[in-house]
């Protein structure tokens, strides 16, 4: 599998999906003491959705510019899971039919993808950083309020060094959205999960990679947090997802 360069026939913008080799033939993925996981390959957006594809994609409505931080560089945020998953995904996969690769579609990363690709895909034991790309933040991400390196605000994409699979941004900056609902991992008796999709219900949907005002202990990798599916907050972005496996929504 290769990048894919998503482009539009009316406009100048365009971003990168990065092919991410899973593990469903290699060693699980541990993304807790007892809970293992296989992947199927993936793309995964090289940065965080920023507000200038936002705004392509979702011109003709009232939620073309929702961001408080603005910029064309920045991601955007003060989007919701439902804004995104009622509104800009379908949108975008209508304005991508005819040039995405054939039987793929965008969609937000489960949980387990978006771990996994933080912590580095393949390479991760070899490589086992605490933040994505680096045991040290400050290299990899933007976080902390006013008491470290964000300055209070959001930040431009890319302006940080990428993980070892070129993604950027993925610690720090604004939380991503995943398309789990939040609970607790299952049991460790139930072995090897393939391709996992979360819970079937709960109240929350999960929230990943810290941002420009939590903590570095947020920003980790492993780290793990929670946002209603209607919650719009400015520090609270998303990533996408290319794939061929449909993810069942809950």
Known sequence: MENHSQTFSDSPVSFNMIAIEGNRNA???KMSATYRVRLDDFRMGEYPVTQEIWAYVMRDTDMADPSYFKG?????????????????LPSLNDKTKDSRPKGTYYRLPTEAEWEYAARGGKYREQYPFE???????????????????????????GLKTPNL??????????????????????????GITVNPIGPATS?????????????????????RYFASPSFRYLGVGFRLVLSFSPVQKG
């Open 165 to 190: 699979l070129k993604l950027y941004d993925m610690s720090g900056n604004v939380w991503e959205w995943c398309s789990d609902w939040y609970d607790s991992y299952p049991d460790s008796n139930k």
């Open 203 to 223: 109240s929350n949907r999960v929230i990943r990679g810290g941002s420009w005002n939590f903590n570095a202990l947020r920003c980790r990798s492993p780290s």
């Open 131 to 157: 933040y994505a790309g680096s045991n040290k933040l400050d290299e990899v991400g933007w976080y902390g309020y006013d008491e470290e390196n964000s300055h209070k605000e959001s930040k431009q994409v």
């Open 27 to 29: 060693d699980p993925f």
């Open 72 to 88: 064309a560089k920045r991601p955007v945020e003060q989007v919701s899971w439902e804004d995104i998953d009622e509104l800009f």
